[in-house]
C-alpha cells in the first residue's frame, strides 16, 4: 500500500492532468500526526467554479466545463459553461453572449488561439 502522501501527489497529478486544481489538497494534519496507520486525505475547499469543473469531469462531460473548446462549424472559440440537452453551452472568451453547439461541432481549441482570443478580448477593453 503506498503512504497517503504519495497518494495524494498521485491524485493531484491525475486532478492535474483534466485540468482541476484543489490548491488546499493535502494529507489531514491530524491525522498524519497520530498513530493511524493511513492519514485521511484533506480534499480541501474550493470556489465554485472549481467544484462545477471536478463534477463535469466526473460526470465524463468532453469537454469538460472550464474547458476551452473551439465551435468548428464557423471557428469561434468559448469556454465551455455548460452542457444542457445534450449541446454544449460555449461562451466567448473574455464573456459575452453565450451560444450552443451540438457536440460533434465542438473541437479542442489550440492554447494559441485561446491566447489570441484573451489578447484580442483584452484590447477591446473586455476584462476576464
Known amino acids: ?28 494534519p491530524v ?14 475547499r474550493c470556489n465554485v467554479r472549481t467544484a462545477e469543473k471536478l463534477a463535469s469531469v466526473l460526470r465524463g462531460e468532453r469537454p469538460a466545463v472550464g474547458a476551452y473548446a473551439t465551435d468548428e462549424r464557423d471557428g469561434r472559440i468559448g469556454e465551455v459553461m455548460g452542457h444542457v440537452g445534450g449541446r454544449v453551452q460555449l461562451r466567448p472568451v ?10 460533434e461541432a465542438v473541437g479542442a481549441a489550440p492554447p494559441e488561439e485561446v491566447l489570441r482570443a484573451r489578447v484580442r478580448s483584452r484590447n477591446r477593453g473586455v476584462h476576464f
Do not use: K
Open 31 to 44: 491525522t498524519g500526526a497520530s498513530e493511524e496507520p493511513f492519514a485521511l486525505v484533506d480534499l480541501g
Open 94 to 103: 473574455g464573456g459575452g453572449r453565450e451560444w450552443e453547439c451540438p457536440p
Open 1 to 28: 500500500m503506498r503512504s497517503t502522501e504519495e497518494v495524494v501527489e498521485s491524485l493531484r497529478a491525475a486532478l492535474t492532468g483534466v485540468g482541476v486544481a484543489l490548491p488546499s489538497l493535502c494529507v489531514d
